[in-house]
């Protein structure tokens, strides 16, 4: 079994932070890639920030600035500090891992996903 979870959701006021912490575990043969993901009430769910396994990040337009996101490797651990929230920030934040895994003969890319963790900043 491959677990991802998440940690560092609740509630805070615009303008204040949260660092968000995600660990995956079980028989994950290499990791590509972690990120977050977020989805509000009436919204698509949208990439927030990635990091690759060489260090290669990407934000959406929305956060960059007031986002970071960085990892652990030796713990398979992701993180996603969050400054100067505002309340458009509000959402279930969702910790995502693309890695490799054999399936019968072949190794493949397979995204892993966590329960989510709700993140309400208030005005």
């Known amino acids: 079994q491959v677990q991802l979870v998440e940690s560092g959701g609740g509630l805070v006021q615009a303008g204040g932070s949260l660092r968000l912490s995600c660990a995956a575990s079980?028989?994950?043969?290499?990791?590509?890639?972690m990120g977050w993901y977020r989805q509000a009430p009436g919204k698509q769910r949208e990439l927030v920030a990635l990091v690759t396994r060489d260090g290669s990040t990407n934000y959406a337009d929305s956060v960059k600035g007031r986002f970071t996101i960085s990892r652990d490797n030796a713990k398979n651990t992701v993180f996603l500090e969050m400054d100067s929230l505002k309340p458009e920030d509000t959402a279930v934040y969702y910790c995502n891992a693309n890695a490799k895994r054999i399936i019968g003969l072949k190794w493949t890319n397979y995204d892993y996903w966590g329960q989510g963790t709700q993140v309400t900043v208030s005005s």
């Open positions: 079980g028989n994950i043969f290499s990791i590509n890639s």
